[in-house]
């Protein structure tokens, strides 16, 4: 059975400090790992991971796949309180894009 | 730029109602997909369809039936609802066949509860 396990589970930190999510798998057909953001709402994509050990920048956010040793992690500089959300981590397991879901990360940045 | 749109945003149902969550997607996405979210449980796939004519279940597809009524649109429906189905719904589509664009993007939710 594919499973995608986040760490930690919740996360609570002050304004300019750095975090950093992790996610591991086990699946079969791996083919690529995701991240999304979820405030209120709806999930909101940030970065899409195929290949190890190239690194995916957006702004203070940053992420990297370890295919070998089966994890990535999402690396947060610079925190602010916008940043409090749910980080999901998802992978691909098909040709056609079926994801599996880890359990998500909640992050609460306080002033 | 509507991208995924669901259908309602609430509801309240009594045990063993039925009703239908709609979606529809502006994206001439192949796939389309429904998901639950309970807490501390990430996102769940009830049903999946990977392309027009084709549906499959995931993995909670128990209590739930699917329509994809058109390339457009996907529907969810509960025959008989009962309280462990209370949850927050969310669509979902993507390309489906080509693996660069294989990212899902996700409708706003919605969020039934069934006392």
């Known amino acids: 059975e594919d499973k995608v396990v986040q760490s930690p589970l919740s996360l609570v930190v002050h304004e300019g400090d750095t975090v950093t999510l992790n996610c591991s798998y086990e699946v079969t057909n791996f083919r690529s790992l995701l991240w999304y953001k979820q405030e209120k709402k709806a999930p909101t994509f940030l970065f899409m991971l195929?290949?190890?050990?190239i690194e995916k920048k957006s702004g203070r956010l940053s992420s990297i796949l370890d295919k070998k040793e089966l994890f990535s992690i999402l690396n947060i500089t610079a925190t602010q309180t916008g940043d409090s959300a749910v980080y999901l981590c998802a992978v691909i397991n098909t040709s056609y894009g079926k994801l599996t879901f880890g359990q998500g990360t909640i992050l609460t940045v306080h002033p | 730029n509507a991208g995924v749109t669901q259908t309602p945003k609430f509801q309240v149902l009594k045990t063993g109602q039925s009703m239908t969550l709609q979606c529809a997607q502006d994206?001439?996405?192949?796939?389309m997909y429904w998901y639950r979210q309970d807490p501390g449980m990430g996102l769940r796939l009830i049903y999946y369809s990977a392309s027009e004519g084709t549906t499959d279940k995931g993995e909670v597809p128990n209590g739930y039936n699917v329509s994809r009524l058109n390339k457009r649109e996907f529907s969810l429906r509960l025959e008989s609802a009962a309280p462990s189905q209370t949850s927050v719904y969310f669509c979902?589509?993507?390309?489906?066949?080509?693996?660069?664009?294989?990212?899902?993007?996700f409708g706003a939710g919605t969020r039934l509860s069934v006392l």
């Open positions: 195929t290949s190890s050990g």
């Open positions: 979902a589509s993507s390309h489906g066949s080509i693996l660069a664009k294989n990212i899902q993007y």
């Open positions: 994206m001439n996405h192949n796939s």
